[in-house]
C-alpha cells in the first residue's frame, strides 16, 4: 500500500515564478515529513521539514506547509529557478520510526 | 568528506548469482539504511540497523540480507538474484532517528 502519494509526476514553470509540490499521506501516525531533491545519477538529498506540531516551515526559497486535518503537505519554491530542475520526493514516517515511507517523486523543470 | 559511499555503481548479474552490495558512511551515524528505487514507486526501505549490531526489517526484505559490519559499514546481499530484483539500491545513513537520512549515490543493479 503506498501510504505516501505524489499524484503529479512532473511539473513545468517559468523561471521566477512559483512551484508548488503537492504530497497526500494515508498513515494518521506520521508525524514528520520531509522533501528531498533528486538529480540524475545522484542520491536524494535532504531539501526541508516540518514536523506535525507546526503547520509550515521556511528556509530561503523553499517552504513546506502540512494539513495534518487534510494528510496533505505541498512545498513551495520562489522564485524559482533553472537549477531547481531535479525530482523532488515527499517522505513521512511516525516519531521515532525507522520505517520512512516516499512518494513516487514528482519531476520539475524550471524553464528559464 | 565522502559521506555515504556506495560500491559497486553498476552491476549486471545472472539469474541466481550472488551479489554483496557495500555502503560505508564516515559521519558517525548510527542507523543505517538500504532501499530500493523503481520506476513509479519511490523508496522503498528494504532492511535497517538502528545502531550496531542489530538490523531489522522494512517494508520489502524478500530475497535480501545484510549485515551491520561496524557502526560505519552495512552491507546488502543478494544471495540467488532474480531478474524482480533488477532496481537502483541506495544506502542511507543518519546519527539520530527524525532526522534527515544522508544518502549514497546509488547502485544500479540488472539482473539478466
Known amino acids: 500500500d503506498q501510504q505516501v502519494k505524489q499524484n503529479s509526476p512532473s511539473l513545468s514553470v517559468q523561471e521566477g515564478r512559483i512551484s508548488i509540490l503537492n504530497c497526500d499521506y494515508t498513515n494518521s501516525m506520521f508525524d514528520y515529513f520531509l522533501w528531498y531533491k533528486k538529480y540524475p545519477a545522484e542520491g536524494p538529498t535532504f531539501l526541508i521539514s516540518?514536523?506535525?506540531?507546526?503547520d509550515k516551515n521556511e528556509d530561503g526559497r523553499f517552504t513546506v506547509f502540512l494539513n495534518k486535518s487534510a494528510k496533505h503537505l505541498s512545498l513551495h519554491i520562489v522564485p524559482s529557478q533553472p537549477g531547481d530542475s531535479a525530482v523532488y520526493f515527499c517522505a513521512a514516517s511516525a516519531y521515532n520510526n525507522n520505517d520512512m515511507r516516499f512518494g513516487a517523486g514528482t519531476r520539475l523543470t524550471v524553464k528559464p | 568528506n565522502a559521506g555515504v559511499t556506495q560500491t559497486p555503481k553498476f552491476q549486471v548479474l545472472k539469474t541466481g548469482q550472488s551479489m554483496t552490495l557495500q555502503c560505508a558512511q564516515d559521519?558517525?551515524?548510527?542507523?543505517m539504511y538500504w532501499y530500493r528505487q523503481d520506476p513509479g514507486m519511490g523508496l522503498r526501505l528494504i532492511y535497517y540497523?538502528?545502531?550496531?549490531?542489530?538490523?531489522d526489517k522494512g517494508e520489502v526484505p524478500n530475497g535480501y540480507n545484510v549485515s551491520r559490519l561496524n557502526k560505519r559499514e552495512f552491507s546488502l546481499r543478494l544471495e540467488s538474484a532474480a531478474p524482480s530484483q533488477t532496481s537502483v539500491y541506495f544506502c542511507?545513513?543518519?546519527?539520530?532517528?527524525?532526522?534527515?537520512?544522508?544518502f549514497g549515490d546509488g547502485t544500479r543493479l540488472s539482473i539478466l
Open positions: 516540518i514536523s506535525s506540531i507546526k
Open positions: 542511507a545513513s543518519t546519527f539520530l532517528l527524525n532526522q534527515p537520512q544522508h
Open positions: 559521519m558517525n551515524h548510527n542507523s
Open positions: 540497523s538502528a545502531s550496531e549490531g542489530t538490523t
